[in-house]
């Protein structure tokens, strides 16, 4: 059943219902509150700045995540180590085969230009050091703490991670530099540095690291698009 309204305009009557509703037509649609049109525009320069930065973490983030391709790399590979031999004897083309991979090797190494250093946190101190009478292959040693003595010689068989000196991890690299600064021997260019004792398990947390990395630029990428997006 419909009516009027006291003030002419049409209503529905729903039988049960304690009172009218009364049906609005489309002239008497709610207009927009001119006080919200007359709010100034939202600043693009924080807008832009914030797209800057978030860019900028973005790459940062990836160039990160795109330097521990190799230890993440070496981390997943698993498998026996391969015999290298004596590498005073080794071709350089077998070397370069068997980098960035878990090998075994003997050889005798030379005290003349080696170096020795320490790490934060651990005992045990390290030394790197040439293969005798070949300067472009070293050895990285971890000598227990305790054993760093006058007499401590220095071990002929090794096991480890084979990398140049230019791409090694993160706990070896400015080595070269180091080298070269405390010991006046430069290292050739394309040296091979063999890490006794560094497996792939060892290193694994580098693909934890690389994953953290590589979500954070996706979010970064993620917040850029919803943020230059237009609503419509």
Same mark, same amino acid.
């Given at each position: ?50 797209? +800057? ?6 790459? =940062? /983030?990836? %160039?990160? $995540?795109?330097?521990? #391709?190799? !230890? &993440? ?48 946190l651990v005992d045990d101190t390290f030394r790197t050091l040439p293969v005798a009478g070949r300067p472009d292959v070293w050895v990285d040693v971890r000598v227990p703490a305790g ?19 230019? +791409? ?6 400015? =080595? /070269?530099? %180091?080298? $070269?600064?405390?010991? #006046?021997? !430069? &290292? ?45």
């Amino acid at each position: 059943m419909s009516g009027y309204d006291v003030d002419g305009v049409p209503r529905e009557v729903i039988p049960g219902a304690q009172s009218p509703i009364a049906l609005r037509g489309p002239e008497s649609s709610e207009e927009l509150d001119p006080e919200l049109l007359a709010l100034p525009d939202p600043p693009r320069g924080g807008r832009t700045l914030t797209v +800057a930065v978030l860019a900028a973490a973005a790459a =940062l /983030a990836l %160039a990160l $995540a795109f330097a521990l #391709r190799r !230890d &993440v790399a070496f981390a997943l590979r698993g498998g026996a180590s391969d015999d290298l031999g004596d590498l005073h004897l080794t071709p350089l083309a077998n070397l370069a085969s068997d980098e960035n991979r878990l090998v075994r090797a003997e050889a005798l190494l030379g005290a003349a230009g080696g170096i020795r250093y320490e790490r934060p946190l651990v005992d045990d101190t390290f030394r790197t050091l040439p293969v005798a009478g070949r300067p472009d292959v070293w050895v990285d040693v971890r000598v227990p703490a305790g054993q760093e003595t006058g007499r401590w010689e220095p071990p002929r068989s090794f096991v480890g991670r084979l990398v140049r000196f230019g +791409a090694a991890g993160p706990r070896h690299r400015g =080595l /070269a530099d %180091a080298i $070269a600064r405390v010991s #006046r021997t !430069d &290292v050739p260019a394309g040296a091979f540095l063999l890490v006794d004792g560094e497996a792939p398990e060892d290193v694994r947390w580098t693909i934890l690291l690389a994953a953290t990395f590589v979500a954070c630029a996706a979010w970064n990428l993620i917040s850029i698009s919803r943020i230059v997006r237009r609503v419509k």
